[in-house]
């Protein structure tokens, strides 16, 4: 069972070597292996170099990658509307990130928890 859904960030910075991100990623995957967002692997992989494609590849294998299913579609569109009424502008893909750990009953793992207001999502 996955409990817990890696932003991009959090991915970028571990192969950046980031201590923190290192730490965090390598405890959580001596759990289980976490789940990711299609967008996820997106975002992460449009700027990997051609040296560290293998590297990122063999990355990506070991993680649950979920899809955007309609559900967490309707969830993301929900969360950009109820902000924008309060004068508040979320990305496209981070919203679609957090209706995924939502949906999912996942615990995000961001360095970004600002690009995160949604009561309803778990960080950490």
């Known amino acids: 069972m996955t409990t817990y859904l890696l932003d991009s960030d ?8 980031n201590q923190e ?11 289980e292996a ?11 992989k449009i700027g990997v170099k051609d040296a560290q494609v293998a590297k990122v590849d063999k990355f990506f294998n070991a993680l ?7 559900e967490t579609a309707k969830l993301a569109i929900e969360f950009i ?3 924008s009424k309060k004068g508040k502008v979320l990305h496209l893909v981070d919203s679609c990130i957090a209706a995924t750990a ?9 360095g970004n928890k600002k690009d995160y207001p949604m009561k309803e ?4």
């Open 102 to 110: 939502v949906t999912h009953d996942l615990i995000l793992v961001t």
């Open 64 to 70: 649950k990658i979920i899809p955007v299913m309609e």
């Open 81 to 83: 509307r109820s902000f």
């Open 10 to 17: 959090i991915i970028i910075n571990y192969f950046a070597k």
């Open 121 to 124: 999502l778990r960080l950490l």
């Open 34 to 44: 976490p789940g990711v967002s299609v967008l996820s692997v997106i975002e992460v």
């Open 21 to 31: 991100a290192v730490a965090i990623i390598e405890q959580i995957g001596q759990l």
